[in-house]
């Protein structure tokens, strides 16, 4: 059985930083996607990051870009987010996904990107950002 787990949210004040984690069991981030999204109240839930294991690509959607990053630590099986600078508006659900890298087409949007084919999902961790 597939397990992402996510960890590392919480409570924090703008202007601060969190560390996301992505665990995975019984599945290898070996030629894999893994993407951050997140869905605030109200909203749709939106692609954050993503990385490729296959050629290291990462994306950001445009809101995040240069206050998030992501990175995977091969020796852990994990996939962290790093977030700088947070917004009361990064307020919202994470959630982290993954899928084989031969089955997730990635696209571009108008905000950052979105992908198909990821079909391993956590069930999310809620980040609060206080102003």
């Known amino acids: 059985e597939v397990q992402l787990v996510e960890s590392g949210g919480g409570l924090v004040q703008a202007g601060g930083s969190l560390r996301l984690s992505c665990a995975a069991s019984g599945f290898s981030f070996d030629d894999a996607v893994i993407g951050w999204f997140h869905q605030a109240p109200g909203k749709e839930r939106e692609g954050v990051s993503y990385?490729?294991?296959?050629?290291?690509?990462?994306g950001d959607a445009d809101a995040v870009k240069g206050r998030f990053a992501i990175s995977r630590d091969e020796t852990k099986n994990t996939v962290n987010l790093q977030m700088n600078n947070l917004k009361p508006e990064d307020t919202a659900v994470y959630y982290c996904?993954?899928?084989?890298?031969?089955?997730?087409?990635?696209?571009?949007?108008?905000?950052?990107?979105?992908?198909?084919?990821?079909?391993?999902w956590g069930k999310g961790i809620l980040v609060t950002v206080s102003s």
């Open positions: 990385i490729s294991t296959v050629n290291g690509d990462t």
């Open positions: 996904a993954a899928g084989l890298a031969e089955n997730v087409i990635v696209t571009l949007t108008p905000e950052g990107w979105n992908a198909h084919g990821m079909n391993y």
